[in-house]
C-alpha cells in the first residue's frame, strides 16, 4: 500500500512523516487508514505517523516534532546530540525552542521553551526534516543548562567543527542580551577568558587548561602553531612560548599505539633541538590526579622561569 514516494520519504526522514507530507507522496486518507489498522503505521503526535520498524530514536522524534510544528526549532541538549557535541546531558528528550504562548505538544518527551529570541538565521533545516538551531545558538542555548568548564568544552567545539570565530558566537548572543537572560552574559564571559589561539580539540585540553590558569600560570596559550626543524609544522595542545614549554593531552588511543609513539617521539626530539620542552599528560593525569598533574606542571613551570 506504500507508494515509492511514501518510502523514500520514510527513508529519508528516520520512518517519520506527516499526515501532509505522505497524502503528497500518494497515500490518501482510506490507504493511511487501511496502514494503521494494519500496524505498518503508528501515530506519534497529531498528524504524525512513524513505523514501528524503524526505532524512535533522537532524531525521529525529532522528526516527529518539527512534522507536526514547523514553527519549532530543536535546541538545547537535543541539538547539541544532532551535532555529536560533547559534554551533554542525557535525558532522552526533545527541547526545542517554540514562539510565545505555543503549545507544541502534550507528549511528556517534548520540552518547549517559549521565546521569541530566535529568528531565521539562528536555524536550519536539515534535508531530513529535522530544523535545529545552528551550532553557535545551540552552545548559546546550553549556557542554561551545563556547568562552566563544560559550556567551555561545548565552545571550543563549536567553534573547531564549525569552523566559527570568536565573533561569530558573540554575534548570536549580543542579540538577545537582557537582564532576564543571565546565562547570555554567563556565555559572553566564558568568551571573554578564553586561552589565546585555536579552539581546543578535546574536553582533556579545556579542563588543563583551566587548572593551570587558577594555579597561576600566565602566557598559556592553546593549539600553539610552529615549524619543527626535521619534523615540519606542527601543533602543540597547550603552550608557554616565552619559557618554551609545551604541553601535550594523550587521551587520543593512537597515542598509545606504536606508530603514533614513534611519531610523538619524533616531534619531540625535534622540538629538543630548539630548545623546547615537550610535558605530556596521559588519561590517569585527570580525574581525581589532576591536582598533582597541575602541581607537576607548575613545578615544570617555576624550573625553566628560573633557567631562562
Known amino acids: 500500500m506504500f507508494t515509492a514516494e511514501s518510502l523514500d520519504l520514510l527513508r529519508t526522514q528516520h520512518g517519520v512523516a506527516s499526515k501532509a507530507d505522505l497524502h503528497r507522496s500518494g497515500l490518501s486518507d482510506r490507504t493511511l487508514r487501511s496502514l494503521v489498522e494494519a500496524g505498518n503505521l503508528v501515530g506519534v503526535v497529531k498528524g504524525v505517523y512513524r513505523i514501528p520498524a524503524v526505532p524512535f530514536d533522537d532524531a525521529a522524534r525529532c522528526v516527529a516534532v518539527c512534522a507536526a510544528h514547523p514553527d519549532v526549532a530543536v535546541s538545547g541538549p537535543t541539538a547539541g546530540r544532532l551535532w555529536g557535541l560533547r559534554r551533554l546531558p542525557r535525558d532522552g528528550r526533545v527541547h526545542v525552542l517554540a514562539p510565545p504562548a505555543s503549545h507544541p505538544t502534550i507528549a511528556p518527551w517534548v520540552i518547549p521553551y517559549r521565546t521569541a529570541a530566535f529568528h ?3 536555524v536550519l533545516r536539515r534535508p531530513d526534516g529535522i530544523v535545529v538551531t545552528s551550532r553557535a545558538r545551540t552552545a548559546l542555548d546550553l ?6 568548564t563544560d559550556l567551555l568544552s561545548i565552545i571550543e567545539q563549536v567553534m573547531r567543527d564549525g569552523q566559527l570565530a570568536d565573533g561569530d558566537l558573540r554575534a548570536v548572543a549580543i542579540d538577545w542580551m537582557s537582564p532576564q537572560r543571565p546565562w547570555i552574559r554567563r556565555f559572553l564571559g566564558l568568551l571573554d577568558g578564553r586561552l589565546r589561539g585555536g579552539p581546543a580539540e578535546s574536553h582533556g585540553e579545556v ?10 600560570l600566565v602566557g598559556l596559550e592553546r593549539q600553539y602553531r610552529i615549524d619543527l626543524p626535521g619534523y615540519g609544522p606542527a601543533r602543540f595542545d597547550l603552550a608557554v612560548p616565552s619559557i618554551r614549554l609545551a604541553i601535550e593531552i594523550d587521551l587520543h588511543p593512537t597515542h598509545a599505539e606504536s606508530a603514533g609513539r614513534d611519531r610523538d617521539a619524533a616531534r619531540d626530539a625535534a622540538a629538543g633541538r630548539i630548545d623546547w620542552r615537550v610535558e605530556r599528560v596521559l588519561e590517569a593525569g585527570f ?7 597541575t602541581r607537576r606542571l607548575m613545578g615544570v613551570v617555576r624550573s625553566l622561569t628560573t633557567e631562562r
Open 120 to 122: 531565521p538565521d539562528d
Open 143 to 148: 549556557a542554561r543548562c551545563v556547568g562552566a
Open 207 to 216: 579542563v588543563l587548561g583551566d587548572a593551570l590558569v587558577a594555579a597561576g
Open 287 to 293: 580525574g581525581p590526579q589532576l591536582g598533582a598533574t
